[in-house]
């Protein structure tokens, strides 16, 4: 039985990191508990861990559910000088989806249900 889980990313310089993912997150780590390591509680249970270390270029994608996947990309090409990315679809696909990385490598994404009614039933769960 699995009933958390947690994901690592690495960044080269803490300071940045930390700031750049408050940014991204909206907000300050839920936890600290060393110099060089940070976490925040994404939706119960999910932890995003943020270490300083030897980057892994091309590791992930980690992609976040949002209500307004458009809205979202926008937001972080302005505040977080992100390059433009592309948003996909697929008719099997029940969700859009886009990707694009951080300023270490670490791939990051977004995703959208395309029916609101079950993103709702996710969001409420």
């Given at each position: 039985?699995?009933?958390?889980m947690?994901?690592?990313?690495?960044?080269?310089?803490?300071?940045?990191g930390?700031?750049?993912?408050e940014?991204?997150?909206?907000?300050?780590?839920d936890f600290i508990?060393?110099?060089?390591?940070?976490?925040?509680?994404?939706?119960?249970?999910?932890?995003?861990?943020?270490?300083?270390?030897?980057?892994?270029?091309?590791?992930?994608?980690?992609?976040?559910?949002?209500?307004d996947i458009?809205?979202?990309?926008?937001?972080?090409?302005?505040?977080?000088?992100?390059d433009?990315?592309?948003?996909?679809?697929?008719?099997?696909?029940p969700?859009?989806?886009?990707?694009?990385?951080?300023?270490?490598?670490?791939r990051?994404?977004?995703?959208?249900y395309?029916?609101k009614?079950?993103?709702?039933?996710?969001?409420?769960?």
């Open positions: 039985m699995y009933f958390e947690t994901t690592q990313v690495r960044v080269s310089d803490m300071k940045e930390r700031e750049w993912y940014k991204l997150l909206k907000k300050k780590p508990p060393h110099a060089g390591f940070v976490e925040w509680e994404l939706v119960p249970g999910c932890w995003l861990q943020v270490a300083e270390g030897t980057v892994t270029e091309g590791s992930g994608p980690l992609r976040l559910g949002v209500p458009v809205g979202e990309r926008e937001r972080v090409i302005s505040e977080l000088n992100i433009h990315f592309e948003i996909y679809s697929r008719p099997e696909v969700v859009k989806w886009g990707t694009f990385s951080d300023p270490w490598g670490n990051l994404g977004f995703y959208e395309l029916d009614d079950e993103e709702q039933l996710r969001i409420k769960g």
